[in-house]
């Protein structure tokens, strides 16, 4: 049976997504994730903390958390049984307080704080919206459709001009403004006509005869102009999405 690790960096290898990548979408430092890929679990924090990052990560490479979950198995750790002796002055002691439940009360309490703050920096994770938490290219949600419009026809006021030739197929061109990742493909082939990394500054163009499938993971570091038309920032810092435009 493959180890939690294993499964782990089989399915990043196998998307072609670095540890970098997956730091910047999960916001899971990286020695965590070279962790969890590894079963190394003394280099992870309390295993409530952990268990949450396994989640967040599995959910990004498409792996079902329960699953992964079920595979975490950090060492079992054993609390000494202690007890409070009574006092050396002669007076018989009527029963010892357990240092076991003592500990055991203080362990649940901690254990339920921290169940609340791992809540409440998920939900924060998940809070903006159209943010998708699985990674490329496993779980891909349904993109949003652009119809392009057509081109305005310019006016004149004294000598008439002939109405502009249509274009044909749809041609985008992206500007990077912020690092980002994206991935494009042409008329619904499987083949992407790029797959990477851009860094500010970057221009690309691309042709399609009917439609183009974009998917970015910094959407506000995206600039696209469509057949000539500027449509601006995709969406929010941070925000992992898909579009798609088709031929006017």
């Known amino acids: 049976m493959p180890t939690m690790g294993e499964v782990l960096r089989e399915a990043r290898y196998r998307q072609t997504v670095s540890l970098e990548q997956a730091e910047a979408y999960t916001k899971v430092r990286k020695k965590y994730l070279i962790a969890l890929e590894e079963d190394d679990y003394a ?3 309390s295993p ?27 060492p079992q750790g054993r609390v000494p ?3 409070i002796r009574p006092a050396a002055s002669g007076i018989p002691a009527s029963g010892g307080l357990s240092m076991r439940g003592l500990v055991t009360v203080l362990l649940s309490a901690l254990g339920i704080g921290a169940i609340f703050l791992l809540y409440w920096q998920y939900t924060a994770f998940t809070s903006s919206p159209g943010e998708i938490r ?5 779980a891909i949600t349904t993109p949003t459709s652009y119809l392009v419009a057509p081109l305005p026809s310019p006016t004149a006021t004294t000598i008439p001009a002939p109405s502009p030739t249509p274009v044909r197929g749809v041609e985008v061109v992206v500007t990077i403004t912020e690092r980002s990742w994206m991935r494009v493909t042409a008329d619904g082939a499987i ?12 221009t690309r163009n691309w042709k399609a005869k009917d439609r183009i499938d974009m998917r970015v993971g910094n959407a506000a570091g995206v600039e696209v102009t469509v057949n ?4 601006g920032k995709l969406g929010a810092s941070g925000e992992v999405k898909n579009v798609s ?3 006017q």
Do not use: H, T
Request: charged share 20%; net charge negative; no cysteine.
């Open 43 to 45: 280099e992870l924090p």
């Open 48 to 74: 409530v903390y952990a268990r949450g990052f396994l989640q967040i990560y599995a959910e990004f490479l498409g792996i079902d958390p329960i699953v992964a979950d079920k595979m975490f198995q950090p």
């Open 81 to 83: 049984e202690l007890g």
């Open 134 to 138: 699985s990674g490329p290219p496993v």
């Open 245 to 247: 435009w088709g031929r």
């Open 228 to 231: 000539g038309m500027r449509q």
């Open 191 to 202: 083949q992407p006509l790029f797959e990477g990394e851009l860094q500010s500054g970057d």
